[in-house]
């Protein structure tokens, strides 16, 4: 198994009070010039990843502002942020107003270096992105913030959820096309649809999984826990 495999999951918006208030002082402050690094990343090719049938359907465009909006975050949080992020100077449609769950996961070189997010639509796919891109940056407990020098060799995904669902039973949950959410008394843990794909699991060894970041022993999915599942798109950016 690969080291700190998984994302962590926020479970309380909040963690860091000072983003909501930056976040709305930027959107109401007059409009700044465009940004050159945006343009950039509009010309940069995205890829899109479906896990099932489910898509947000988004355009080329407001892809790619998702991904200015991550990459410009990450910039802005090892720059320690001494101003307000600049919300006002990204082109924000009604879809990316819509409340949506998302995750942000950062690799070096194909190892993780950091990975957050919530599954509540709690606040607008453009907000969510941002949020946990700071998350991810400087929030993950099992790693030390990220520096300016780490910079260029990070590459970014952007996971975009469903709604979730509950299932009747594990025969409902499709390894690879299903995220999936366990719940067993106070412990809760949950894997992306990639994830068991990435690893080559079976799906009994997802759950086993899956039950020990819980923080339960590698069998207690069998006996009295909840699932739910969900689908996402996933956003890369192709070099």
């Known amino acids: 198994m690969k080291k700190a495999l998984g994302c962590v999951l926020i479970l309380l918006l909040g963690l860091i009070p000072w983003l909501g208030t930056a976040a709305s002082v930027a959107t109401n402050a007059p409009q700044q010039p465009a940004d050159t690094s945006k343009t950039k990343e509009a010309s940069m090719s995205i890829s899109e990843h479906r896990s099932g049938a489910w898509t947000p359907g988004l355009t080329n465009e407001e892809k790619a502002t998702l991904f200015a909006l991550a990459k410009d975050t990450l910039a802005w949080c090892v720059s320690k942020r001494k101003e307000p992020f600049p919300i006002e100077s990204y082109t924000i449609t009604p879809k990316l107003k819509v409340d949506t769950a998302t995750f942000v996961t950062l690799k070096i070189r194909g190892e993780l270096r950091g990975c957050i997010g919530s599954l509540a639509p709690v606040e607008s796919l453009h907000l969510s992105v941002h949020r946990n891109a700071v998350n991810a940056a400087i929030h993950d407990p099992r790693f030390s913030p990220v520096q300016s020098a780490e910079l260029p060799d990070i590459t970014v995904d952007v996971s975009?959820?469903?709604?979730?669902?509950?299932?009747?039973?594990?025969?409902?949950?499709?390894?690879?096309?299903?995220?999936?959410?366990?719940?067993?008394?106070?412990?809760?843990?949950?894997?992306?649809?990639?994830?068991?794909?990435?690893?080559?699991?079976?799906?009994?060894?997802?759950?086993?999984?899956?039950?020990?970041?819980?923080?339960?022993?590698?069998?207690?999915w069998r006996k009295g826990a909840q699932f739910q599942v969900f689908e996402s798109v996933v956003l890369s950016m192709e070099k």
């Open 160 to 220: 975009i959820l469903s709604p979730i669902r509950d299932i009747p039973n594990l025969d409902a949950f499709k390894l690879g096309q299903h995220g999936i959410i366990l719940g067993k008394g106070g412990a809760r843990a949950v894997f992306l649809p990639e994830v068991a794909t990435e690893q080559g699991w079976t799906k009994e060894e997802t759950l086993a999984y899956l039950s020990r970041k819980a923080g339960l022993s590698a069998d207690a």
